[in-house]
């Protein structure tokens, strides 16, 4: 008897996930923009990656990016932020910054 309400009660959470499943499961889009000069960049997302593609160092408020390196930024799981951030080059080499951006849709 034990053992069959263990398996209840297995079942039950399996059909409860089931069910709920599409309600469960966000969307979300994701958004790649480059840069090849200073800006401010508006997050408006949940997670942000700053990825240097050229061979300047770029700068997200004041912390180095050198080439071919990138620094993520991520949230947890419906998490929003509404950040501006300051992109700066050194002015040695190509300014080629990508940023990467992850939001939720409705």
Not at 26 to 39: D, Q, R
Request: net charge neutral; proline share 2%.
């Amino acid at each position: 008897m034990c053992k069959f309400n263990e398996w209840r009660k297995i079942y039950a959470v399996h059909l409860l996930i089931t069910l709920f499943k599409p309600f469960i499961m966000l969307k979300y889009s994701v958004n790649f923009i480059g840069y090849n000069s200073a800006a401010q960049i508006a997050s408006e997302c949940n997670s942000i990656t700053f990825l240097n593609l050229g061979t300047a160092t770029a700068y997200i408020e004041g912390v180095p990016i050198i080439s071919n390196n990138s620094i993520a930024i991520d949230g947890n799981e419906c998490e929003y932020t509404n950040d501006i951030f300051n992109l700066t080059f050194d002015s040695t080499g190509t300014q080629n910054l990508v940023v990467i951006k992850k939001s939720y849709v409705k």
